[in-house]
């Protein structure tokens, strides 16, 4: 019996079957792997601008079997590896047996001493007997095979690779060429401004496609096709019922994640049967993730009560009537009360009627006192009041401007006049150095005007053209 269980182990690595690693146990399991070969699609007679939806079917498609982890196999698939291991370990054994028979004929024709034929003939005859009853054995041996092997890609694909379609006959060689049990092809097609896409599934056990299904699509509805094609195909993959989940949530509002993917509410349903790792997270909420087993036509009812983070609560005021916005949205009017989860961090703005603003950020889980202002208002203008106050800086000086150029003339007027009198009348008393000053007191002040107008007119000129497109400028 020992033996036995040596020859069966051996049939393992016989390419009809999985090369999976059975766990050592007294009993020995047969295949606790379901191997599945994808093929690439054939995309040939798509239009250029369309074969790129080949490679991007294949990928989803194998996406969504990592997803799928076990398959339950049918009576008449177990049965099919059960005589096929029987089998495989029958001829095994048979030709052990036959080649012992012939090593015992040709025992005789060695010329070996009659002691030593004798002794080397009790041998084989010893052999002989035991692989005897070890075929017979073979016929009554008890064989179990893995009733829900782990579904795994054959090793060309888990290379990123994707061997070609199988020519119609060839598929049982390509299974046995990539160590698999079972072979998908996808195919796509146009048809009259649409595209057919048909997939199917062959199976060494029952040596033929068990499973077929097309869909018509436009290019547009690609994305929905795809997940029409692949849900169906996936549970004949899996040859599992499907499990029914309810998950009753506190609060109500909250977001579920299966796996990994979000849903807003669960109730009734469908998952694949496996583990499935559950998420609920609601604002203000501690997530919880529990891991739960979904079993095949059953259902699961999942009751989560979701502990709330401690909350901090603040009043935002102002030292007059303001808008409070938490971010872009608007909270209301000061004085507001606001409430801040303690693992979350607020980011407050205050806008007062006349446009100015003041902003602060605030961490839920930090101390904070009943009533806490934000910081003052800063010292804002609007832009149309800072252009106002422009313009009125550039007509000043150019009112300061015009006023010292007349006084500026008047002195040197007087100045020459004063010049041209002591020329004519050198007996007259003049304050000659007076008036000089105020002449040349009165163009300096004259050119810090011009120099104010300039100043005033380029600050008011670029302020007022700022935003405007150079081509209206």
Not at 93 to 112: I, M, S, T, Y
Not at 210 to 220: A, P, V
Not at 240 to 245: G, K, Q, S
Not at 316 to 332: H, I, K
Request: charged residues 20%; hydrophobic residues 40%; proline residues 6%.
């Amino acid at each position: 019996m020992y033996y036995l269980l040596i020859v069966c182990a051996l049939t393992v690595t016989v390419p009809v079957f999985s090369q999976g690693n059975a766990e050592e146990t007294e009993e020995t399991i047969l295949n606790p792997e379901w191997v599945l070969c994808v093929t690439a699609c054939e995309y040939s007679s798509l239009p250029l601008a369309q074969q790129y939806l080949g490679s991007l079917y294949i990928r989803s498609i194998v996406y969504n079997l990592g997803k799928v982890q076990h398959r339950a196999r049918s009576s008449a698939e177990r049965e099919y590896y059960t005589v096929a291991a029987r089998n495989s370990a029958r001829t095994v054994a048979a030709r052990e047996l036959a080649a012992k028979r012939l090593e015992r004929d040709q025992l005789f024709f060695r010329g070996n001493s009659q002691q030593a034929y004798k002794k080397a003939l009790k041998t084989l005859d010893k052999t002989i007997e035991t692989l005897e009853q070890t075929v017979l054995n073979i016929e009554t041996a008890p064989l179990t095979v893995e009733p829900r092997p782990q579904i795994r890609l054959a090793t060309v694909n888990e290379q990123q690779h994707y061997p070609p379609p199988p020519r119609p006959g060839f598929e049982g060689s390509v299974c046995v060429a990539n160590g698999a049990d079972a072979l998908l092809s996808l195919s796509l097609s146009p048809f009259h401004g649409r595209i057919v896409a048909t997939i199917k599934l062959w199976t060494i056990a029952s040596a033929a496609y068990t499973y077929e299904d097309s869909i018509l699509f436009s290019l547009e509805d690609s994305t929905e096709a795809l997940e029409e094609l692949i849900t169906p195909f996936i549970a004949a993959v899996s040859a599992e019922a499907p499990a029914t989940l309810n998950v009753h949530t506190t609060p109500a509002d909250t977001l579920v994640s299966v796996n990994g993917v979000l849903v807003r509410d669960i109730k009734n349903e469908k998952f694949m049967p496996g583990t499935a790792e559950i998420s609920v997270s609601a604002d203000g909420y501690e997530t919880n993730t529990t891991v739960v087993e979904l079993k095949s036509e059953e259902l699961t009812e999942l009751f989560v009560d979701l502990r709330p983070f401690g909350n901090r609560s603040l009043i935002v005021d102002a030292q007059q009537p303001s808008r409070v916005y938490r971010g872009s949205e608007y909270l209301g009017d000061t004085p507001l009360h606001v409430t801040i989860p303690a693992d979350q961090t607020e980011y407050l703005r205050l806008e007062s009627m006349d446009g100015r603003t003041a902003s602060a950020i605030i961490e839920g889980g930090a101390p904070l006192s009943n009533a806490t202002a934000l910081k003052p208002f800063l010292n804002y203008t609007s832009p149309q009041a800072e252009l106002e106050k422009k313009r009125r800086q550039f007509y000043n000086a150019f009112g300061r401007f015009w006023l010292t150029l007349p006084i500026a003339i008047l002195a040197t007027g007087i100045n020459s006049s004063e010049t041209v009198a002591g020329n004519l009348f050198p007996n007259i008393q003049l304050n000659r150095p007076l008036t000089m000053s105020i002449t040349v007191g009165s163009w300096v002040l004259f050119g810090l005007t011009t120099a104010e107008v300039i100043y005033r007119a380029s600050r008011y000129i670029g302020f007022a053209s700022e935003g405007v497109p150079s081509t209206i400028r």
